[in-house]
């Protein structure tokens, strides 16, 4: 939708207090790969989660819109690597705070379609930082602006310049797009609370149960497919624990290990920290598995090859590798606050700690599963231990467990035609 007439004048006003603020500053030319003018579709993804989230929807997306560039724009460069495996064709923008980065890339890619991967919904509302910039320039170049697998976190402004575009351009922000879909009726109840038109919200549930379809999954489509091949031929059970944040939890998992480890299962453990990147969190995980007496190793110094036998506890410190690694597990771990559904999607038995954050949108994800009995909650080291024991079970066991697990998922899925079909996107948009 065209800005109004009211939402220019008080951009021009507040560009002006935030460029003076920056003293000027300019943010650099974006480097694209060919140098010449792309129509193209812009699509912000603040980090993996959210291009995971929305798979199945973006695969669809590719086909319709295949005469176009694609833009992958996100606030965390450390994705940038992923992004480029996935999507190969397309250019990947790590955005910043500049108030003219989204003129400069509109010069050479031209947005005819801007995709807002579930957050943000609102200026500043989600852990992700997108300035109203990006929507105002799309609009301006007459793009259409969707919202797909939309989700509220309802944080407040984290400065003055948040607070102050929040109050500028909260309404502003909701009457660019074109259509809104969202996860469910409250996050549509709140958007229309806060000036969203009606008409154009849909509810689609959440696209995350469609990208399930793990069933002819094989070690030879990961970046590590003869450590992983080894992984799936070892006569030795393997414990994925995925997204693990907090230290607490880090350290709950690997007391759990040991106590596996003691009971007599010949186990590994696989473990990819939220933040590999962090060195704070990478070094107080390693000083963990020392006082636990794992021998542990990280992903990244080894080759792709079969890991020696002593090593007890792989590291993952590598971008976009975790679903493979659910692929080859006898049981996983899902940290606080992320997706159960990726080793779920392999049949996989999935043990979580509780209390999970409610403005987080893998919560409703958490409660409607753990409703159905598909997920095991276990909050001390010793349960934790005997889940994971259980939980492996014997080929037939998991043979039955797989068929219950997709009846349920089977049942909450479907949000990405629906999106698609609220978004009436046409081929070659």
């Not at 690997?254 to 480890?261: E, G, H, P, T, V």
């Not at 598995?289 to 990244?300: G, M, P």
């Amino acid at each position: 939708m065209q800005p109004s007439p009211g939402t220019l004048l008080r951009w021009a006003a507040f560009r002006t207090i935030t460029m003076v603020a920056a003293n000027g500053e300019k943010a650099p030319e974006p480097e694209l790969t060919p140098p010449v003018e792309q129509p193209a579709v812009w699509i912000f993804l603040s980090t993996i989660g959210e291009l995971h989230a929305i798979e199945p929807f973006l695969i669809e997306l590719a086909a319709r819109t295949a005469g176009l560039k694609w833009v992958l724009l996100s606030d965390r460069n450390i994705y940038r690597e992923a992004y480029c495996k996935r999507f190969p064709e397309a250019d990947v923008i790590e955005i910043g705070e500049g108030l003219d980065e989204a003129r400069r890339l509109a010069r050479l890619r031209p947005p005819k379609l801007f995709v807002i991967a579930e957050i943000p919904l609102q200026p500043s509302d989600a852990p992700c930082r997108l300035a109203f910039a990006w929507l105002l320039e799309a609009a301006r170049r007459g793009a259409s602006l969707v919202a797909v697998n939309g989700w509220l976190y309802g944080y407040p402004p984290s400065c003055r310049s948040d607070a102050l575009e929040r109050r500028l351009f909260g309404r502003a922000w909701l009457s660019l797009f074109d259509r809104i879909c969202v996860q469910n009726q409250d996050i549509a109840d709140r958007l229309i609370a806060s000036g969203a038109a009606s008409e154009r919200i849909t509810v689609t549930g959440n696209i995350k149960f469609d990208a399930l379809d793990r069933s002819q999954w094989q070690p030879e489509q990961s970046h590590s497919p003869r450590m992983l091949a080894d992984l799936v031929g070892a006569n030795r059970p393997l414990v994925v624990a995925g997204c693990v944040t907090d230290a607490d939890e880090q350290e709950l998992i690997l007391s759990a290990f040991a106590q596996l480890k003691a009971g007599g299962t010949a186990a590994r453990l696989v473990i990819a920290p939220r933040h590999p990147e962090n060195p704070e969190v990478m070094a107080s995980l390693a000083s963990a598995c020392a006082k636990q007496k794992i021998h542990s190793r990280l992903r990244s110094e080894l080759a792709d090859a079969a890991l020696d036998p002593d090593v007890e506890c792989l590291i993952l410190d590598t971008m976009g590798d975790l679903r493979h690694f659910y692929g080859a597990a006898s049981i996983a771990h899902v940290g606080r606050n992320h997706n159960v559904l990726e080793p779920l999607a392999f049949s996989v038995p999935v043990t979580v700690c509780s209390p999970w954050e409610t403005t987080y949108p893998s919560y409703p994800v958490y409660l409607g599963l753990k409703t159905a009995a598909a997920l095991i909650e276990s909050n001390d080291s010793a349960s934790l231990a005997s889940a994971w024991r259980a939980g492996m079970g014997t080929w037939a066991e998991r043979q039955a467990r797989g068929k219950r697990l997709t009846e349920t998922l089977n049942r909450m899925a479907g949000a990405s035609a629906r999106t698609l079909a609220a978004i009436d996107t046409p081929a070659g948009i």
